[in-house]
């Protein structure tokens, strides 16, 4: 026995008592690993959080702790804040808490699996799907989407656990992750429906919905949105005209939408399928890559497990064309926890055997490739100056907080304000500063115009974003000033960019 194959070869199907739990922790430590590979795959082949600035702008939503934003539900802000109330602001934490994010769903997935076969089965649901864009790529760029991968799974295991065994505290839970993914995006009422229509595909199952415990599910997640239907209500439900953007159209191109959604799907999941594979043995492989492209038209092959991997893609597919909607391939994100529990239960009944053991090389020849590339895309992108690599953020912040400090004697920005990547940018990398929307000031309610002018704002715009511009000498009548910026990565000078800062001092700085 090599010491590759020992975390899982010391994993019994049915083990109890102290030793055998600590043995049965070792394979999870794989996804740990997985988790930290990750992390410093992004910091190596990214030079900023993000080219969309979602990442920046989850931190300046987050920090105002509202009940709702302008765009989302909270809790993808929420988490972000938190996450940085302990940790420093830069973009490797930032990698940490997607990682980390990520590697939560993938118990999550685990923790399913397990409800339907061994431990050590469930141990390689959880392994394939680490390898897909979907948990790894995808989910780095911490956002509404992202968020999900950590609730989905946990939410389906609390459904089933609760159709099993009826348990108030599965109730509870159930009823209060539910609400959970609500507050992550309200594309989660897909989830919400399709575990309906999964309760009541199954005999056993549809008994339990129509039973009186389902009442405790309903009281846990309504009293948990709540706090958020109160904002709602207060905001003029702002959140839900962000939404009608993503509808509109004729309904041969919302087909045509759907159709390219579940190709890109169907590329998402395949190493998570070519994992699996190299885990049966050599002269099996076929066979168990047939039975795993079969069980998606054969439910009988597992029925509830099928309904659980693809009830969710019914469920998008049938609102997203009669909604017309304009689909964007990574909303299905999360929406695959189900899906490898269903290949291996479904080779398990076929009695075609995985070797978990083998998952260890496997993985460690996967995360040497990731490293690799990842340093080589971060070189490449530097040589080429690109805007994921060479925009320099936060540089931008610190020269922008040097700067104020030398205007006002103070020792952070108040309020930051202007073309809202590098504003967002600003509040993040200071830490102490909050970002205010001049522009459509009804989307940052949290400040008022009459408080941004008594504690002083600094306007930044990107060089060329005449909207900017305008609206920053209209607000500061100050005469301008021209920041020039580069960064340094992988031994080389990057491109220089403009800014332009605008300074409105505190009421009691003014002359």
């Known amino acids: 026995m090599t010491q590759t194959t020992a975390p899982f070869q010391t994993v019994a199907d049915s083990s109890s008592g102290t030793a055998a739990q600590s043995r049965s922790l070792r394979p999870l430590a794989l996804l740990v690993v997985h988790a930290i590979v990750w992390t410093v795959a992004a910091w190596l082949s990214r030079g900023n959080l993000d080219t969309q600035g979602d990442m920046a702008e989850n931190y300046a939503w987050g920090i105002e702790w509202q009940g709702g934003y302008a765009k989302h539900p909270p809790l993808f802000a929420w988490i972000t804040a938190a996450w940085f109330r302990v940790f420093p602001h830069t973009d490797i934490a930032y990698f940490a808490l997607s990682s980390l994010n990520a590697m939560v769903g993938l118990f999550g997935i685990v923790a399913l699996a397990h409800r339907f076969m061994p431990r050590r089965w469930a141990l390689v649901a959880g392994l394939a799907m680490a390898v897909s864009p979907l948990y790894s790529t995808l989910a780095i760029k911490f956002n509404a989407n992202a968020v999900l991968l950590s609730v989905w799974p946990w939410t389906a295991y ?150 659980l991997a693809l009830g969710p893609l019914f469920v998008v597919g049938v609102i997203a064309v009669a909604a017309k909607t304009q689909m964007a391939s990574v909303w299905g994100m999360a929406q ?57 953020r936060a540089e931008l912040a610190a020269d922008a907080t040097a700067h104020w400090k030398q205007w006002t004697g103070g020792d952070a920005i108040p309020v930051v304000s202007g073309s809202s990547h590098e504003a967002q940018a600003i509040a993040f990398y200071s830490g102490r500063s909050r970002y205010w929307d001049m522009t459509e000031p009804q989307t940052t309610p949290w400040l008022q115009r009459d408080e941004v002018r008594r504690e002083g704002m600094l306007i930044v715009c990107r060089d060329g974003d005449s909207a900017c511009i305008d609206d920053a000498a209209a607000w500061s009548g100050a005469r301008p000033v021209a920041l020039d910026l580069h960064k340094h990565a992988w031994g080389r000078t990057l491109p220089t960019y403009r800014y332009w800062l605008y300074p409105v001092l505190p009421a009691a700085g003014r002359p």
């Open 158 to 307: 609390f459904f089933v656990r609760f159709m099993q065994t009826g348990g108030w505290r599965s109730a509870v839970a159930l009823g209060v992750l539910g609400a959970a993914a609500v507050l992550g995006k309200y594309f989660s009422v897909v989830l919400l429906v399709a575990l309906v229509i999964a309760a009541l595909a199954r005999p056993a199952w549809r008994a339990r919905l129509l039973g009186a415990q389902t009442l405790v599910v309903a009281a846990a997640g309504i009293v948990a949105l709540l706090p958020h239907v109160h904002w709602l209500v207060t905001h003029h439900f702002m959140t839900f005209g962000y939404a009608e953007h993503r509808t509109g159209g004729t309904l041969p191109a919302a087909v045509a939408r759907f159709g390219v959604y579940t190709l890109a799907q169907i590329g998402y999941l395949l190493p998570s399928l070519v994992f699996v594979v190299l885990l049966v043995d050599r002269q099996k492989r076929l066979h168990a890559a047939k039975r795993m492209a079969l069980s998606y038209v054969k439910p009988s092959l597992h029925a509830d497990l099928w309904w």
């Open 336 to 392: 695959w926890f189900a899906l490898v529990p269903l290949w291996l239960a479904v080779l398990r009944r076929s009695q075609i055997s995985v070797r978990p053991e083998r998952a260890v090389r496997v993985l460690v020849v996967y995360w040497v490739l990731v490293l690799i590339g990842a340093a080589v895309t971060g070189y490449v992108n530097a040589r080429r100056g690109t805007d994921d690599a060479a925009e320099p």
